[in-house]
């Protein structure tokens, strides 16, 4: 997508605004950090510059791979560019209730179906808690965890914990399910995301968290949603710029905090509607800025989580979704992005319709079979099989036949009849393959003991949101 | 005073072309992989040899060196013949337009799409109602070509099935009188060809002129697996002599037309389509050919055939590579979604990264937006979003422009942290451009509309208002001769 050139002049702008401009940073436990580590800080403004040479220095501390680890270790993510792993969307807040087919609040039972549904779809990498568990109001975010480690084998990724003390809680419990401390460090099985504030500004509670969480070896991603024409420039490329001096800024306190922390850099802008102010996820001239996100983390030698699914549509299963949804999985499976996130939500990441989730899982696979290699093989170049046929001959009758067609691969979701010959929407089929999962697909339950243990944690979570005050939810 | 004014102009501007050009590639088969389809491809022509039902073909080949065995009418290639006729194809050439602002330089690096073809069915855009296709169809999809950038050429997108043995030559007629740009049409038979040549020089003006620019090129399918079809091989004969480009296109259906892999389906189809341009070449040296393949599937449970499998890609944009191996320009197959309707999830999600791979593929030529049911059925609002994935994907293999304009650090520096740049003179300055509106975009009460309706408008407008430049009147009334003598000879 970008040249070295362009990359360069990217990286440059980054430099130049962190040292000129710099970010905004609220809190003063994370200000005090970065002026123990050779940032200036201007603590009446609150804002912290940062000179090219402690960026680089500190960039250059970051892991290029890392494993990011699974329930079971089937399921581990080695973030080594030679796999694409895809992530739910989350965290959405609205949910198309599949018995009265009406628009509800989400809940921590929709975040326990959709973990086990994700758990039983091969195109679903990693688990992000797709909705909020908002039947929890204060301790949501390690109700969503439990809920997901409950139902799921697979990688599980937060992007709602919030708060040193609520990232204390979720380490807690990703120590308790990775055995012990080394374990979690070696094959964390939770990671982090933590958005940035455009223009230019941190979050406090996102920015105590990510210490908590580097401290112990949880990677942490820092996510830009810059927004071209609002929060960010009216340009893809000013908007690019801002967005990474805002990732850049947070991964660099991290690496000073605690170096060799894993971290993950994540650009997610987007195009302002400008008669709307809006946010429009998706746009014809803002695709590219996704795969040169990819490349802008690349460049700084850190893994990515690039943005491949997400619609603004909001029906289902419809042509807008898929016309939104296919460009930026294949231009970031082609760059070499290590995650990415998206499938499952509408509506700009905020309303859950399950089909949604199998519909997106059949795009992935045909992006995945279309970027794989071609078997050249002499078996697969069927010479002798060819000379038997000849010219104007037939295939049927070759066992060759019979053996490839039963390799072959259709969709899942496509081509099916029903018994009076009419077609079966794919949306059609993706519900009733929802239906089926959720009624025979059942994971690996968690050991007992860790259960238990798991849903201790989230109690005490709870007790302490009562004593503030925040009460516990339902 | 009015006699030195200008008229106003009395036909709609045809849009300049946009094509995709992108400097970025996707390699789907290594060097070695490369290699070793073409070896196969020689070893299948020496060994197996393809069946070439017409007499002028088989005299033509047998002259030049090939094993010709008269009783089953199948030619082996010895493969120096092939190497010796392949090196006389040319690379690049020029495929003219009826004005020339429009002709398609075939180079690598710029991808032409066209309409799609040979739909047979229509959803009548005034009753709504499915019914067969007629010259009006292909003349109204002509308008519309007209007025899409992305269409660099136009196919007959469905069959003028009002005009009986001569419909090949209606469509053309059609497609003259209603789009300024290049034709491509798929006509058989010899006498056919020979009323298509007629045509294409009426247009071009000249013999030398079709020649020097042709307005029109030909398409020929061969038979899966390894047969060329008679009717197809007196048209590309008589088109090579006038030197009018000429691609051969195999369709080797895995399973039943050709072995069941990927791999083996492409020896065959590539075996059909090098038989076929090596015959042109022996026959006219340096005759403008182009390459084609274009896989499908057998579906196992009803042996139904299918465009789209889960692998698409490869058997899409594989056969590209295939063909600059070759040293020939390719003509790949995007579009035409196995959906039987348009704006449904299935029609978007079986083409939307068609245009993407495609253009990173690198082909020159590029079929075909605007069917459904698998290449069968035309919907007005058909086109209108395939051009919306088109516009997407060419967007995105862009070059960005990185400069100190766009990188905008004054106006960084100016918002600060925390502000919004709502306010600044740049954000006025590019936000028009900044956002492209697609289809799904359109607002109305501050909602988005939907994008099939939209489409569905745009479709009318095109219709009701887009009327592209007449063929100048005495070469209308040439192409309505020759139609008339055409079809008092081949009824």
Redesign the interface.
């Known amino acids: 997508m970008l040249d070295d050139g362009q990359l360069a002049d990217l990286r440059a702008a980054t430099l130049e605004i962190l040292e000129t401009v710099g970010v905004h940073v609220p809190s003063e436990r994370v200000r005090r950090e970065y002026e123990a580590h050779g940032a200036l800080v201007d603590h009446a403004s609150r804002v912290v510059r940062l000179l090219p040479d402690l960026v680089l220095s500190a960039v250059a501390r970051a892991p290029r791979t890392y494993t990011m680890g699974g329930r079971t270790p089937d399921f581990d993510l080695l973030l080594d560019g030679s796999a694409l792993y895809v992530a739910t969307d989350g965290c959405g807040i609205r949910v198309v209730d599949r018995e009265t087919g009406r628009v509800r609040a989400s809940t921590t039972a929709d975040v326990a179906d959709m973990a086990r549904v994700s758990d039983a779809l091969p195109a679903v990498g990693f688990y992000w808690p797709i909705v909020s568990a908002s039947d929890h109001p204060a301790t949501a975010p390690v109700h969503e965890l439990l809920a997901s480690y409950r139902n799921t084998v697979k990688h599980v990724q937060t992007e709602t914990v919030m708060g040193a003390r609520m990232a204390g809680h979720a380490v807690e419990m990703a120590r308790v399910l990775a055995g012990s401390e080394a374990a979690m460090r070696q094959r964390p099985p939770l990671s982090s995301l933590i958005c940035a504030i455009s223009p230019l500004a941190q979050d406090d509670e996102g920015m105590e968290a990510a210490l908590v969480f580097a401290e112990a070896g949880v990677p942490v991603g820092i996510m830009s949603m810059a927004n071209c024409g609002s929060t960010g420039p009216a340009t893809i490329a000013g908007n690019l710029a801002q967005g990474d001096a805002e990732i850049i800024a947070a991964l660099v306190l991290v690496q000073l905090v605690h170096p060799g922390a894993p971290v993950f850099h994540s650009m997610m802008p987007g195009v302002m509607d400008p008669r709307t102010g809006g946010f429009l996820t998706t746009s014809m001239s803002g695709e590219a800025a996704y795969g040169a996100g990819v490349e802008m983390a690349h460049a700084w030698g850190v893994p990515t989580l690039a943005g491949v699914f997400g619609t603004d549509a909001l029906e289902p299963g419809g042509w807008q979704v898929a016309a939104e949804s296919a460009v930026n999985l294949t231009l970031c499976g082609l760059l070499g992005a290590e995650t990415g996130s998206g499938m499952g939500l509408l509506d700009a990441c905020t309303l859950l319709v399950h089909e949604q989730l199998v519909l997106d899982a059949d795009l992935h696979e045909r992006v995945r079979m279309d970027l794989a290699r071609l078997d050249t093989t002499p078996a697969a170049m069927a010479l002798d099989v060819i000379r038997e046929v000849g010219p104007r001959g037939h295939y049927l009758y070759q066992p060759h036949t019979r053996e490839g067609l039963r390799a072959m691969r259709f969709s899942s979701l496509t081509g099916r009849r029903a018994p009076d010959g009419t077609v079966v929407e794919p949306r059609d089929v993706a519900r009733a393959t929802v239906d089926r999962l959720l009624l025979e697909h059942h994971p690996e339950p968690l050991d007992e003991r860790v259960a238990a243990e798991l849903a201790r944690i989230v109690a005490a979570a709870d007790a302490e949101a009562v004593a503030d005050g925040g009460g516990g939810g339902a | 005073m009015t006699d030195t004014m200008d008229p106003a102009p009395t036909f709609s501007v045809t849009p300049p072309l946009e094509p995709i050009r992108s400097t970025?590639r996707?390699r789907?088969?290594d060097d070695d992989?490369l290699v070793?389809?073409q070896e196969?491809t020689l070893?299948?022509l020496e060994?197996?040899?393809?069946?070439f039902p017409n007499d002028a073909s088989l005299r033509i080949l047998g002259d030049s060196g090939c094993g010709v065995d008269v009783a089953?009418q199948?030619v082996r290639f010895p493969r120096d013949v092939v190497r010796r006729a392949m090196a006389l194809a040319p690379r690049s050439y020029t495929l003219g337009a009826r004005n020339p602002a429009f002709d398609l330089v075939l180079e690598e690096g710029t991808s032409y799409f066209t309409t799609d073809g040979c739909g047979v069915a229509v959803i009548d855009p005034d009753t709504g109602l499915e019914r067969p296709s007629r010259k009006e169809d292909v003349a109204r999809m002509a308008r519309v070509a007209d007025s899409l950038p992305s269409i660099g050429f136009m196919w007959p997108t469905v069959s003028a099935q009002d005009c009986g043995a001569t419909s090949q030559l209606h469509e053309m007629d059609a497609a003259y009188t209603n789009t300024v740009k290049h034709f491509q049409g798929m006509v058989m038979g010899e006498a056919a060809a020979r009323f298509a040549v007629e045509m294409a020089t009426v247009v071009a003006g000249s013999r030398e002129a079709l020649r020097d620019r042709p307005a029109f090129s030909n398409l020929i399918c061969s038979?899966a697996?390894?047969?060329q079809d008679h009717a197809g091989l007196e048209s590309a004969l008589v088109m090579a002599e006038a030197g009018i480009p000429v691609g051969f296109l195999s369709m080797p259906t895995?399973?039943?037309?050709?072995?069941?892999?990927?791999?083996?389906a492409f020896?065959?189809g590539d075996a059909e389509v090098i038989s076929g341009i090596v015959l042109l070449q022996l026959a006219y040296p340096g005759t403008p050919v182009f390459h084609s393949i274009m896989k499908a599937?057998?579906?196992?449970r009803t042996g139904a055939y299918?465009g789209?499998?889960?692998?698409?890609?490869?058997a899409r944009y594989?056969p590209v590579e295939i063909a600059h191996h070759w040293g020939v320009p390719s003509l790949a197959a995007c579009f035409g979604t196995?959906s039987?309707a348009a704006?449904?999830?299935?029609?978007?999600?079986d083409v939307?990264?068609d245009p993407?791979?495609g253009g990173?593929a690198g082909p020159e030529l590029v079929t075909g937006l605007g069917l459904d049911r698998t290449y069968t059925l035309l919907y007005p609002e058909g086109i209108f979003?395939d051009n919306?994935?088109y516009?997407?994907?060419r967007?995105?293999l862009?070059r960005?422009?990185?400069?100190d304009?766009?990188?905008?650090?004054d106006?960084?520096?100016n918002?600060?942290?925390?502000?919004?740049?709502?306010a600044?003179e740049?954000?006025?300055?590019?936000?028009?451009?900044?956002?492209?509106?697609?289809l799904?975009?359109d607002?109305v009460n501050?909602r988005?509309r939907d994008?099939?309706e939209v489409a569905r408008e745009r479709a009318a407008w095109v219709r009701a208002n887009h009327h592209p430049e007449p063929l100048e009147t005495a070469k209308a009334v040439e192409l309505t001769r020759i139609l008339d003598a055409a079809r008092a000879s081949m009824g």
Not at chain 2, 297 to 300: G, L, Q, R, S, V
Not at chain 2, 405 to 409: G, I, V
């Open positions: 970025r996707v789907f088969l992989q070793r389809l196969a070893t299948v060994d197996v040899g393809v069946r089953t199948v038979i697996p390894l047969a895995l399973g039943t037309t050709a072995p069941s892999t990927s791999a083996g020896v065959v599937h057998a579906d196992p299918v789209y499998s889960i692998d698409s890609g490869i594989a196995d039987t704006g449904t999830w299935l029609a978007a999600s939307a990264l993407l791979l990173l979003l919306e994935l516009q997407r994907a967007h995105s862009m960005m422009e990185i400069d304009e766009t990188l905008a650090l106006v960084i520096a918002v600060g942290s925390g502000g919004h740049y709502l600044e740049h954000t006025r300055k590019h936000m028009r451009t900044s956002l492209k509106r697609g799904e975009h607002l501050g988005y994008p099939i």
